[in-house]
């Protein structure tokens, strides 16, 4: 039997404070918040794996840009999923995002999801049943938080009843920006 692994951008502890922030009179909602240390935006979503030493080597071997990217609402998501499960903040996908993506589905040997990509954070997941009672809440959000993406994890994702918790196996930097 193999890990749960899946890659994702570490979120840096700025955004991470302006997320806490933002949840602050939001506490009591019928959610499962996303413990702090495991927000993050999935990269190559979760596969079974055995032989995690070898990702680690592919992983090595990506050479990419940091980047900036940027955080425009606070929402319910997925949008096609009627009702909702998830609350998060999302994005637009950036060109050096885009090519990271590409480079570690390459470098992974797999495919992207047919679906369009959506940057994004998951703050907190519910049951559908439990949408009706979150209060209203302005949603969507409008938001103009930015980060500058400067490595990249593999991550471990280990479930429990109230869902999944993460473990970063391995940090890979990217490399300085040559863009102006």
């Known amino acids: ?106 470098a992974l040997g797999q495919q992207p999801d047919a679906r369009p990509f959506l940057p994004h954070v998951t703050l907190a997941r519910f049951r559908p049943q439990n949408y009706l009672q979150i209060p209203d809440a302005g949603l969507p959000q409008k938001v103009a938080w930015q980060i500058q993406a400067e490595k990249f994890g593999l991550y471990e994702s280990v479930l429990n009843r109230t869902g999944a918790r993460y473990r970063i196996l391995r940090e890979f930097p990217l490399q300085p920006s040559l863009r102006p």
Request: without cysteine.
């Open 1 to 106: 039997m193999g890990s749960r692994l899946f890659v994702g951008l570490p979120i840096a502890p700025e955004l991470v404070a302006r997320l806490a922030a933002w949840k602050v009179g939001r506490e009591g909602w019928p959610v499962y918040w996303v413990w702090p240390q495991d927000l993050h935006v999935t990269l190559v979503p979760p596969w079974e794996e055995a032989a995690v030493d070898k990702v680690v080597l592919k992983l090595n071997a990506v050479k990419a840009e940091s980047f900036g990217l940027k955080f425009t609402q606070i929402s319910f998501g997925p949008q096609n999923a009627k009702p909702a499960r998830l609350l998060w903040v999302s994005g637009a996908e950036t060109s050096g995002l885009f090519e990271l993506r590409a480079r570690l589905f390459t």
